[in-house]
């Protein structure tokens, strides 16, 4: 999937200036809720990251091209009800996505004039994912290639005019019923406990990031 991160940098309507172009990594965590987890629960973190291309497009936003891959996993909880208890279901997989958001910044935090040096901001947008999971009976599965849409708030932090510090929480819409294997037609589950076919998977991705300015020196041009 990389080839649609190449497009959406070729298809930028203007050059690319030095100063407002960003390279990054974030890393962090993503969780699930589903037919299988129906609540938040900490152990069912795993670890997720990706690398990305930030270009500002003005003082309040940016747009900013990912690719990276994360982890879902999850499992019954035998206290939540006696469907749960006697299904017993659980799940493990990775997942490989690109996408491309939109950061709207609330304050000019990149401005040198200003003594502002952070900003609280808004993301929200669309990206493709492939999950490939394994359930508690080893049945292999693919969810196949779905589009994804995250939103969600975080805060950055400018150290200097070359680094940023960021961190971030989203909900990701996943447009699947598939991620933990159970839906209503799972073939080896019988059908009152199976899922609920009213609702999708949902992800969750709460993570820190570090990224670099590029700054084009200029040269000063000779009187003569």
Same mark, same amino acid.
């Given at each position: 999937? =990389?080839?649609?991160?190449?497009?959406?940098?070729?298809?930028?309507?203007?050059?690319?200036?030095?100063?407002?172009?960003?390279?990054?990594?974030?890393?962090? %965590?993503?969780?699930?809720?589903?037919?299988?987890?129906?609540?938040?629960?900490?152990? @069912?973190?795993?670890?997720?990251?990706?690398?990305?291309?930030?270009?500002?497009?003005? $003082?309040?936003?940016?747009?900013? =091209? %990912?690719?990276?891959?994360?982890?879902?996993?999850?499992?019954?909880?035998?206290?939540?009800?006696?469907? %749960?208890?006697?299904?017993?279901?659980?799940?493990?997989?990775?997942? =490989?996505?690109?996408?491309?958001?939109?950061?709207?910044?609330?304050?000019?935090?990149?401005?040198? *004039?200003?003594?502002?040096?952070?900003?609280?901001?808004?993301?929200?947008?669309?990206?493709?994912?492939?999950?490939?999971?394994?359930?508690?009976?080893?049945?292999?599965? %693919?969810?196949?290639?779905?589009?994804?849409?995250?939103?969600?708030?975080?805060? *950055?932090?400018?150290?200097?005019?070359?680094?940023?510090?960021?961190?971030?929480? @989203?909900?990701?819409?996943?447009?699947?019923?598939?991620?933990?294997?159970? @839906?209503?037609?799972?073939?080896?589950?019988?059908?009152?406990?199976?899922?609920?076919?009213? $609702?999708?998977?949902?992800?969750?991705?709460?993570?820190?990031?570090? @990224?670099?300015?590029?700054?084009?020196?200029?040269?000063?041009?000779?009187?003569?």
């Amino acid at each position: 999937m =990389f080839w649609l991160l190449m497009i959406c940098l070729s298809l930028s309507p203007k050059p690319v200036k030095a100063q407002n172009t960003e390279i990054g990594i974030e890393m962090g %965590s993503y969780s699930y809720l589903g037919d299988v987890t129906r609540s938040y629960q900490l152990s @069912s973190n795993s670890l997720g990251g990706q690398f990305f291309i930030r270009k500002h497009v003005d $003082d309040g936003l940016s747009v900013r =091209f %990912s690719i990276g891959a994360g982890q879902l996993e999850g499992a019954d909880d035998e206290a939540f009800d006696v469907f %749960s208890a006697n299904r017993r279901a659980s799940f493990q997989g990775d997942f =490989f996505n690109t996408d491309m958001l939109f950061e709207y910044h609330f304050l000019d935090y990149r401005n040198p *004039k200003l003594d502002q040096s952070w900003t609280p901001y808004l993301l929200f947008g669309v990206g493709v994912y492939q999950f490939e999971g394994q359930d508690q009976l080893s049945n292999v599965y %693919s969810s196949g290639i779905r589009f994804r849409m995250p939103v969600g708030v975080g805060i *950055k932090l400018r150290i200097d005019r070359r680094w940023t510090l960021g961190v971030s929480a @989203s909900a990701i819409k996943t447009n699947s019923d598939v991620l933990d294997n159970v @839906s209503l037609t799972t073939p080896n589950i019988k059908d009152y406990r199976g899922g609920n076919p009213n $609702d999708d998977d949902v992800m969750f991705f709460t993570g820190f990031s570090l @990224s670099y300015t590029f700054f084009k020196i200029v040269c000063p041009k000779p009187f003569f």
